[in-house]
C-alpha cells in the first residue's frame, strides 16, 4: 500500500489534477503491474489567436517503468510529432502535450485526441479516453474584390470569410445597410442585376459570430461611354478663313462614364448635303479646342464632338457656323452680246458653278465700259440680276440700257456675294446702233464780208450718234417787211473738225435772220440748233472813187469815203508813204490841200465798229500840168 501511494504521489507532483491521477492509481491492483492510460485535461472556451496557458494533455501510465514502453499521441487518428515532453519519476511516467508552444491557439490545433501505451515486451497496450478540443475562430474576411463593370450587367460582389460559424454577414453601400444575413457559409454573395451608373460606390461586408466581428470596404465602378447630355453641342468660333474652331469643356458634359476620357474628334460636315464629314485627328484628353481646316468659303457647316473612353464613344449635338465669305472664284462666260438699240445691249452668259459660290450667291453685274472713253463716266452702266441661287437658269441674261448711243463698248460679267466680286468675264465688244444727231452746240452768226454776209460757227454735237455726213443750214428772215422763202444750204466741209465754219452771202443788210443748223448721219436729220443772226451790224462802204488824177499844185482834192453803219464807226485813212493814220472828215472824206507830186498813191479808208471793219482803196495820180 506505501509503494501505491508513493507512485501516486509522483503521480501528484506539479499537477493540479490530482484527483485523476489518484483515481487510477487506486484502481491498480497491488502486485500485479499493469498499463494504465489516462488523459489529464484543462478544458475551457478557447479562440484562435488569443494568448493562454493553453492545455496540456497528459498521459500517465503506472506499471513498473521499463524501457520497452512505448507512448503515442494522436490527433484524429493520425500521429503527432515525436517531439512532446515526457517526464519520468519512479514507476510513474507522464507524458504531456502541450498546444500552446507559440503562444497562440490555431484553428488547425482542434480535433480529437488520444494517447495509446504499448509494452514492447508484453505487447501489452491501452488507450486513453477520446478528448475533443475545438479552437473558435473569431469572424474574418479572407477576400472582397473591387470590380469594374460595364452599365447593364448583372454584377456579383462575394464576400469569403473564415471563423466558427454561424457568421452573419451584413452589405452596406457608403455606409447604408443594403443586406443582412445568418449564413453557416464561409461564403457570401451581394447580387445587382442590369447594373447602372449609380450603384457605383464603396460596398463594406461585415462578419460577426460571437468570437469577433471585421469590416472591409471594396469599391464598385459602373462604367460606361461618355453621356454629353441630351443637348449638349460644342462652341464654334464662326468667320474664320476657311475654317471653323471647335471649343469645349469636360465640366459641362453630364456624366464622362466613370472612367477618364481617352481621345476626342471634332467633325464638320455641310449642312444640307450628306457629304463626307471632315474630321480632326484624333486628339489627346488634354485637348480644349480643334480647327478643322479645308472647309468652303461662305458654307453653311454642322459640326460636332465625338468623346471617347475606354468603353466606347458617344457624338455630342451639332451646332451650325458659317465660314467666312469670299468672292466667287470663277469667272462667269458670256456667250452673247447684242445692241439691240442705240441705248441698250442685251447679254446673255453662263451661269458659274455652286462649287464657286463661296458664299451665298447674290447675283451677276454685267459691266459695260465705252472703249476710247475721255469723258466721265465711261462705265455708263452697270447691273445685277438677283435671285435664289442655283435655282435661276444655267443660261442668264440682262439688257443694259441708259447707254451712249453708237459707242463701242467693252461688255463683262461678274458674279458677286457680300465678300466681293468674281474676276470679270472675258471682255465681248459691241457698238450700240446709230440714232438721230444731238443738236450743234456754241453756234454763232457774226457778220462777214460785207453788210450782206454772215458767218456761222458752231460745234459738232456732243453725241453724233453716228457718222455725220453733212450739216443742213436752214435760214429765214424775221423782218416782217421782207421775207424769204425758208432756204437748207448743205454743208459737207468741216465735219471732222472741232469747229465748223460756214459763210452765207447775199444776204439783206440791217436784217435780223434765224438759222437751225442739224446734222446728219445714216439715220437721218438730228436735232437743230438755232440762231439769230443780225447783218445791220457790219460797216459798210457804200461811196467811192477807184481812182483820181489831179494837178500838181491843185489847190484842193476831196477823197469820198461813205460809210453805213450801226453802231457809227469810226474812219481813218491811210497813205502808203505815211504811215500815220489821218482821221477822216465828218463825212468819212479825205481832203488834200495844194497837191504835190508825194501825194501820189493808194489811199486806204478803213471803217470800223463793234462788229467789225470795212476798207476801201483810193489811187490818186499827180499830173505836172
Not at 455641310?270 to 479646342?289: F, K, M, N, V, Y
Not at 456667250?335 to 445691249?345: E, G, R, Y
Not at 435655282?391 to 442668264?396: G, I
Not at 481812182?547 to 489847190?555: C, G, R
Amino acid at each position: 500500500m506505501a509503494s501505491r501511494q508513493q507512485s501516486c504521489g509522483i503521480c501528484l507532483v506539479g499537477h493540479v489534477l490530482a484527483a485523476l491521477l489518484l483515481t487510477s492509481c487506486l484502481a491498480q491492483q497491488p502486485g500485479r503491474p499493469s498499463l494504465v492510460v489516462t488523459m489529464v485535461q484543462d478544458l475551457g472556451v478557447i479562440v484562435e489567436g488569443q494568448n493562454s496557458t493553453g492545455i496540456s494533455l497528459g498521459c500517465v501510465e503506472i506499471s513498473p517503468v521499463t524501457d520497452q514502453l512505448e507512448l503515442r499521441w494522436l490527433r484524429n487518428g493520425m500521429d503527432l510529432p515525436l517531439d512532446r515532453q515526457t517526464i519520468q519519476s519512479g514507476t510513474v511516467l507522464l507524458t504531456r502535450l502541450d498546444l500552446t508552444g507559440t503562444g497562440e491557439f490555431l484553428e488547425a490545433d482542434s480535433g480529437r485526441y488520444e494517447c495509446r501505451a504499448r509494452n514492447t515486451e508484453t505487447n501489452e497496450s491501452a488507450t486513453s479516453d477520446l478528448f475533443d478540443l475545438t479552437v473558435n475562430v473569431r469572424a474574418q474576411i479572407l477576400q472582397l474584390q473591387g470590380q469594374e463593370v460595364q452599365t447593364n450587367r448583372n454584377i456579383n460582389l462575394t464576400c469569403s470569410a473564415r471563423g466558427t460559424t454561424p457568421i452573419t454577414y451584413t452589405w452596406l453601400m457608403d455606409g447604408t445597410v443594403l443586406q443582412n444575413e445568418i449564413s453557416s457559409d464561409l461564403q457570401n454573395r451581394f447580387s445587382i442585376a442590369d447594373a447602372k451608373r449609380n450603384d457605383t460606390g464603396n460596398y463594406s461586408c461585415q462578419v460577426l459570430n460571437n468570437f469577433g466581428n471585421q469590416m472591409q470596404t471594396a469599391v464598385l465602378n459602373v462604367i460606361e461611354a461618355p453621356d454629353l447630355g441630351p443637348a449638349y453641342a460644342p462652341r464654334v468660333v464662326a468667320g474664320q478663313l476657311k475654317a471653323i474652331t471647335i471649343e469645349w469643356d469636360p465640366a459641362d458634359f453630364a456624366f464622362i462614364g466613370n472612367t477618364p476620357i481617352t481621345a476626342y474628334a471634332a467633325e464638320c460636315v455641310r449642312a444640307g448635303t450628306g457629304t463626307t464629314p471632315i474630321r480632326s485627328s484624333t486628339l489627346p484628353p488634354t485637348q480644349r479646342s480643334a480647327t478643322i481646316p479645308g472647309l468652303a468659303p461662305g458654307q453653311l457647316y454642322s459640326c460636332f464632338l465625338t468623346v471617347t473612353n475606354k468603353v466606347g464613344a458617344t457624338a455630342s449635338q451639332s451646332n451650325s457656323a458659317a465660314v467666312r465669305e469670299e468672292a466667287p472664284s470663277e469667272a462667269p462666260m458670256i456667250s452673247s452680246a447684242t445692241a439691240t438699240s442705240s441705248t441698250s445691249i442685251q447679254v446673255q452668259w453662263e451661269a458659274i458653278n455652286a462649287a464657286s459660290y463661296n458664299g451665298v450667291l447674290r447675283g451677276y453685274r454685267v459691266e459695260v465700259t465705252a472703249r476710247n472713253c475721255t469723258s466721265c463716266p465711261c462705265r455708263a452702266y452697270s447691273c445685277q440680276t438677283e435671285g435664289t441661287f442655283p435655282t435661276l437658269p444655267s443660261v442668264l441674261s440682262n439688257t443694259a440700257i441708259g447707254l451712249r448711243k453708237f459707242t463701242e463698248y467693252d461688255v463683262t460679267v461678274v458674279a458677286f456675294n457680300n465678300a466681293g466680286s468674281s474676276v470679270p468675264s472675258s471682255p465681248m465688244r459691241v457698238m450700240t446702233k446709230a440714232d438721230l444727231p444731238d443738236m450743234p452746240t456754241n453756234i454763232k452768226a457774226e457778220p462777214a464780208h460785207g453788210a450782206s454776209g454772215l458767218m456761222l460757227t458752231y460745234t459738232p454735237p456732243e453725241e453724233p450718234n453716228g457718222v455725220i455726213t453733212r450739216y443742213d443750214i436752214t435760214y429765214e428772215s424775221l423782218d416782217p417787211s421782207f421775207t424769204v422763202a425758208r432756204e437748207t444750204l448743205p454743208n459737207r466741209m468741216g465735219i471732222d473738225q472741232a469747229v465748223v465754219e460756214t459763210i452765207v452771202n447775199g444776204l439783206r443788210r440791217k436784217t435780223r435772220y434765224n438759222f437751225t443748223i442739224a446734222g446728219v448721219n445714216s439715220i437721218g436729220v438730228g436735232l437743230p440748233g438755232r440762231v439769230i443772226g443780225t447783218t445791220e451790224a457790219f460797216p459798210l462802204i457804200t461811196t467811192t472813187a477807184a481812182a483820181i488824177a489831179v494837178s500838181k499844185n491843185a489847190e484842193t482834192v476831196v477823197l469820198q469815203c461813205r460809210v453805213e453803219a450801226d453802231p457809227t464807226s469810226s474812219i481813218f485813212w491811210n497813205h502808203p508813204g505815211n504811215a500815220t493814220r489821218v482821221p477822216a472828215n465828218a463825212d468819212g472824206s479825205l481832203t488834200i490841200t495844194k497837191v504835190q507830186e508825194s501825194d501820189a498813191g493808194i489811199y486806204i479808208c478803213t471803217a470800223t465798229n463793234i462788229w467789225g471793219t470795212a476798207t476801201t482803196n483810193v489811187t490818186v495820180e499827180v499830173t505836172r500840168k
